[in-house]
């Protein structure tokens, strides 16, 4: 049964909360005034559409169905989820939330965009405060998984787990904030950080680009897979942070800092921050840097994602979410009829696939049939775990036919029927799909080793009984067309 949210105030925030449920397969009811909200909201799902895909190596589900509504009350009735997102006023939020309330499923999550507020505060006056809760989210919101889960005393337990629960089935990190603190966890970072910038530019000690050279040229790569005291505990050297605590720590007395001290927003200061700005970005457009931004974000977060660390190793519990969802986590004996070929692959080419003539490129085909494969080996038995006792398949040959293009976003399926599978062969064939169209197919060719002798040997009996199922009933189908074919033959 499909899920609803209801997103109420459609601006950057509220477009970056709907494409994460709707990309997500729930569907997605908006609530706001502002007459362009849904050319704002379209903008946003565009680029998510582009981007989001291209976290995890699996399809993401079926895309729910977005709808605008007039008023809070059509939009939030029967919403299991309610995101506000409008303006940092207390008094609007107080207004919102009571319409909210007036309307919506006892039952319903109603967390709040704030980056500012405590949760009591937004409770104050509510008539049911057990439902409200902070859950501020991180933009692009569609990409960032962070969302700091902020509940008050008054906050209802089980609302917090329900909402820790779905935002895990989004792919993301729910962060719950112990105590009520102002502008919650890391915003207080990025606020301490953000006065030094003011000081160091006010001071003509650092322009603007050179600021954000020294983060992104330096420690904000490190914060971005190892965050802030495993970084300083790697620089204590072996003995950790201990030695760092004790080299560093008497600086912390040093008066190097002004975080006391705000300097005053002249408009001197504002015109001087805002040029240097523009000379520094103003070459592109904010479209074109929003662009490059998530292309960036999904890049360094896959490459996380290969070492299973940080915000990767997040995306790799999600897609084994999106895996059991699909039913790409199932082995043969679970699957009661296998006399078609089995789909091995179900994903989203992502960006980083695509090369120069803006299409798949040769290696990610390859890539690709290598993931059906490996998944079709994890199907007969031939897993991780198998591997580690000291066996596994070593492909011998290969051949690849490239039949049609495939693109940036399109879901590409691969479905696998096995030749031959015997004593320790195996052949495998390959097709690569869109829809209906056929991309590509694949040829493998397989011997099973001993990874002690790197020498032929017999599997498992289990996995010779997994093989030898799925290769008899797959005798029954038709010999594929290009199955076997040299270099360059073509029907």
Request: some cysteine; overall charge negative; aromatic content about 8%.
């Amino acid at each position: 049964m499909t899920k609803t949210a209801a997103i109420v105030g459609g601006g950057v925030i509220g477009g970056g909360w709907a494409a994460r449920f709707l990309l997500n397969g729930w569907d997605v009811r908006v609530f706001d005034p502002d007459p362009e909200a849904q050319r704002k909201m379209d903008e946003a799902l565009t680029n998510a559409r582009r981007a989001m895909p291209g976290l995890v190596d699996v399809a993401m589900p079926a895309e729910g169905v977005m709808s605008f509504h007039t008023t809070i009350e059509e939009a939030v009735t029967g919403a299991e989820w309610i995101q506000e997102s409008v303006p940092e006023r207390l008094d609007i939020k107080h207004k919102t939330l009571a319409e909210i309330q007036a309307a919506c499923l006892a039952s319903a999550v109603i967390g709040s965009s704030t980056s500012g507020f405590k949760p009591s505060e937004l409770q104050d006056g509510a008539a049911n405060p057990g439902q409200i809760m902070v859950c501020h989210p991180f933009n692009p919101v569609y990409l960032m998984p962070l969302i700091e889960v902020v509940p008050s005393p008054s906050t209802n337990a089980a609302h917090v787990t329900k909402a820790k629960e779905t935002l895990t089935s989004l792919g993301m990190y729910p962060l719950q904030v112990r105590k009520e603190i102002d502008a919650h966890i890391a915003d207080r970072f990025l606020e301490a950080v953000w006065r030094e910038a003011l000081w160091l530019v006010k001071d003509g000690v650092a322009t603007t680009e050179e600021i954000d050279n020294a983060i992104r040229y330096g420690f904000g790569i490190r914060w971005a897979q190892m965050g802030l005291f495993d970084t300083y505990r790697t620089a204590g050297g072996e003995a950790g942070m201990r030695h760092f605590m004790a080299q560093f720590g008497p600086a912390l007395k040093w008066p190097w800092t002004k975080l006391m001290d705000v300097p005053e927003f002249t408009d001197e200061l504002v015109d001087l921050i805002a040029g240097q700005s523009d000379a520094q970005s103003g070459h592109m457009s904010i479209a074109d840097m929003l662009r490059i931004r998530d292309n960036n974000l999904v890049a360094m977060m896959r490459a996380l994602k290969a070492q299973d660390f940080g915000a990767g190793a997040l995306m790799n519990a999600h897609e084994q979410h999106l895996r059991a969802q699909i039913g790409l986590d199932a082995r043969v004996a679970d699957i009661a009829d296998v006399s078609q070929p089995l789909v091995t692959v179900r994903r989203t080419v992502p960006l980083d696939w695509t090369d120069y003539n803006g299409h798949m490129n040769e290696a990610k085909y390859l890539q690709a049939f290598g993931d059906a494969t490996d998944r079709f080996m994890e199907m007969i038995g031939c897993d991780a775990a198998y591997i580690a006792t000291g066996g596994s398949y070593f492909t011998a040959e290969t051949h690849i036919r490239h039949v049609d293009e495939a693109h940036a976003g399109a879901v590409i399926e691969v479905r696998t029927q096995v030749l031959m599978g015997q004593g320790k062969k195996m052949h495998l064939w390959h097709e690569m799909y869109e829809a209906d169209r056929l991309l590509a197919t694949g040829e493998h060719f397989l011997l099973h080793v001993s990874l002690a002798s790197r020498k032929p040997c017999d599997p498992s009996a289990e996995i010779v009984s997994a093989l030898e199922r799925v290769a008899v009933a797959h005798a029954a189908l038709p010999n594929p067309e290009g199955a076997g074919r040299a270099v360059g033959q073509r029907p």
